[in-house]
């Protein structure tokens, strides 16, 4: 049985910075894709950050482009977003999920990933 279990998230000042984990299990961790979607209050939930299942290949929503930064320890079964330079738009329950398939390279859809986490909330204030 596949779970995400996520972690990190909390309150945190505009201009810092969290650092949110993601831990698998039940499936063999190196041959998906990852990525961290977003759901802000009323509102869809929005794609953030993939990487492929070797980790070398990365890709991120213009909203975080320099500023988030997804990783994978594939050891550890573990996918991680650094996220810096925290706005109040930031502000939503982070997801982690799992790709339907077990492709290459991380797609931006939602409909492509089929395993999602709890959510872990992430609260940004001025």
């Known amino acids: 049985q596949v779970q995400l279990v996520e972690s990190g998230g909390g309150l945190v000042q505009v201009g810092g910075s969290l650092r949110l984990s993601c831990a698998a299990s039940g499936y063999t961790f190196t041959y998906y894709p990852m990525a961290w979607f977003r759901q802000a209050p009323g509102k869809e939930r929005e794609f953030v950050a993939g990487?492929?299942?070797?980790?070398?290949?990365?890709v991120y929503a213009d909203s975080v482009k320099g500023r988030f930064t997804i990783s994978r320890d594939n050891a550890k079964n573990t996918v991680y977003l650094q996220m810096n330079s925290l706005k109040p738009e930031d502000t939503a329950v982070y997801y982690c999920a799992r790709s339907t398939t077990a492709l290459a390279v991380a797609g931006m859809r939602r409909s492509e990933y089929s395993h999602w986490g709890q959510g872990t909330q992430v609260t940004v204030s001025s």
């Open positions: 990487i492929s299942r070797n980790g070398l290949n990365t």
